[in-house]
T-cell receptor, first 121, second 113 residues
Framework: AQTVTQSQPEMSVQEAETVTLSCTYD???????LFWYKQPPSRQMILVIR??????QNATENRFSVNFQKAAKSFSLKISDSQLGDTAMYFC??????????????????FGTGTRLTIIP | DAGVIQSPRHEVTEMGQEVTLRCKPI?????LFWYRQTMMRGLELLIY????????DSGMPEDRFSAKMPNASFSTLKIQPSEPRDSAVYFC???????????FGEGSRLTVL
């Protein structure tokens, strides 16, 4: 089974600073997808960014970018110019598509335990 | 589209009672997921459907839990009988493809006394 590890339960940073959230995962497959989801205090989860493992270029969405290190199985999220609205739980997630040879029936999106990020005014 | 719609938002019930949570996915999405979130266990996938068919229910805790998807626009998660340890936030999510973005509902907070 896949595992996703977020080693930072909580982080805080001053507004306008840059913060990096770490995520590592475990897989023997070559083709998979990685995600960062945000859960603000309102509770509804929303997608922040998505990375396809076969793409070497790191995904970027405005102030959010990832550092995808495939060999190290690392997928960190960088938030630049942090804003108060970035305060939330952030979850890293991983999925392998159905057609992976050794993965039949195991295509579940697995979430990490989350990092609670607080942006300080 | 209004997004994924879940009801009720909050449910407080007594141990032993039946609980039914409801979900309306986004139109056109082929996949529907039920997740449970607790402080102790984080986000757990309970079951997911593809084209209304249950694909993987290995996350369903026990026989007290059941889920159905009678049509493409409606799913239910039922707990009977409910127990205090079932207290959690239950999320429904839908997606167009299995590797695509999940769209979550606002969740149903269940408290079993």
């Amino acid at each position: 089974a896949q595992t996703v590890t977020q080693s930072q339960p909580e982080m805080s940073v001053q507004e306008a600073e840059t913060v990096t959230l770490s995520c590592t995962y475990d897989t023997s497959e070559n083709n998979y997808y990685l995600f960062w989801y945000k859960q603000p205090p309102s509770r509804q989860m929303i997608l922040v960014i998505r990375q396809e493992a076969y793409k070497q270029q790191n995904a970027t969405e405005n102030r959010f970018s990832v550092n995808f290190q495939k060999a190290a199985k690392s997928f960190s999220l960088k938030i630049s110019d942090s804003q108060l609205g970035d305060t939330a739980m952030y979850f890293c997630a991983f999925i392998q598509p159905l057609h992976s040879i050794s993965n039949f029936g195991n295509e579940k999106l697995t979430f990490g335990t989350g990092t609670r990020l607080t942006i300080i005014p | 589209d209004a997004g994924v719609i879940q009801s009720p938002r909050h449910e407080v019930t007594e141990m032993g009672q039946e609980v039914t949570l409801r979900c309306k996915p986004i139109s056109g999405h082929d996949y529907l997921f039920w997740y449970r979130q607790t402080m102790m266990r984080g986000l757990e996938l309970l079951i997911y459907f593809n084209n209304n068919v249950p694909i993987d229910d290995s996350g369903m805790p026990e026989d007290r839990f059941s889920a159905k998807m009678p049509n493409a626009s409606f799913s239910t998660l039922k707990i009977q009988p409910s127990e205090p340890r079932d207290s959690a936030v239950y999320f429904c999510a839908s997606s167009f493809e299995i590797t695509g973005e999940l769209f979550f509902g606002e969740g149903s907070r269940l408290t079993v006394l």
